[in-house]
């Protein structure tokens, strides 16, 4: 299964979590809505990891250099 806790993402996006009643349980449920400062604060996380992996090629390049 894949998607987010809406409790630990209503601690950085509060506005993005909404209340609604499940048609189905009729339980109260909550849903994220996904707002444009998510996606730049997306886009900014892939970028940093982005660096780290090719700093951990060229790292891991060198290595293999040293040690064929």
């Known amino acids: 299964t894949r998607g987010f806790i809406a409790q630990e993402f209503r601690e950085k ?3 993005s979590v909404t209340t609604f009643n499940d048609p189905e349980t009729k339980e109260e449920r909550l849903g994220i809505g996904l707002q444009m400062d998510i996606y730049a604060d997306l ?3 892939i970028q940093e990891l982005k660096k780290q992996i090719d700093s951990l090629k060229t790292e891991f390049n060198a290595y293999k250099q ?3």
Request: aromatic share 22%; hydrophobic share 10%.
């Open 13 to 15: 996006y509060p506005y």
């Open 43 to 45: 886009v900014g996380s």
């Open 66 to 68: 040293t040690h064929p």
